[in-house]
């Protein structure tokens, strides 16, 4: 196992702050975190942290392109929005919100 290093910024990445570990929730697949040995900070990866949306989140945005928020309608926002917070709040244990959040997503 390698030191939890950031790929972008080469800076130490802490649990709570590591992508992987907020996809892994966010997709629910909690295996997401060893099968991929990528280690990046949230804040280093806007098209993810682009969708936290919270006060104690200083708001990102993600301009290129393939990832940004424009290209999506406004519903697939607001889904994509709720699954990223609700997940972010899980992740730093904040997630005393209503369930309902993290629900919305299985829509198959
Ligand atoms: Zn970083």
Redesign the pocket.
Known sequence: MSDNI??????P?KTEENVMELLAIVQDDPLLVFTNDKC??I??SPSSAQWINHPDFMPMTDKRPKYAKKQYSVENRKVFEKKFTSGWLKLIGEDNLEDSTINLMNLD
């Not at 950031?6 to 800076?11: A, F, H």
């Open positions: 950031c790929d972008r910024c080469k800076k990445v990046r900070h804040r280093c």
